[in-house]
Nanobody, 117 residues
């Protein structure tokens, strides 16, 4: 079964930056590494930024202009550059991928981002 693994989380002060990475264990031919969701304590998991097609993206309104999603297809890795971080960005960030053939969804274990005020 394909896997995705996040990295790059940590503790940062408000206004700072972090870059998250999500690597898929299979090639982009088989696995569509879609992007990022997050879940804050006591809240539901929400979309942060994803690729809706090979070139199109979708961002949550709360991160537009601050976060940028990108991908390296050769490595089947998706990145999330997070700038101007706010305390409300504190959450566990999860990577999502989908099997192109059978539609199965894959989630990583998550990486914790903590933004201090």
């Amino acid at each position: 079964q394909a896997q995705v693994q996040e990295s790059g989380g940590g503790l940062v002060q408000a206004g700072g930056s972090l870059r998250l990475s999500c690597a898929a264990s299979a090639s982009s031919f088989a696995i569509n590494n879609r992007g990022w969701y997050r879940q804050a304590p006591g809240k539901q998991r929400e979309l942060v930024a994803i690729f809706t097609s090979d070139v199109s993206t979708k961002y949550a309104d709360s991160v537009k202009g601050r976060f940028t999603i990108s991908r390296d297809n050769a490595k089947n890795t998706v990145y999330l550059q997070m700038n101007s971080l706010k305390p409300e960005d504190t959450a566990v960030y999860y990577c999502n991928a989908q099997n192109r053939f059978n539609g199965d969804n894959y989630w990583g274990k998550g990486t914790l981002v903590t933004v201090s005020s």
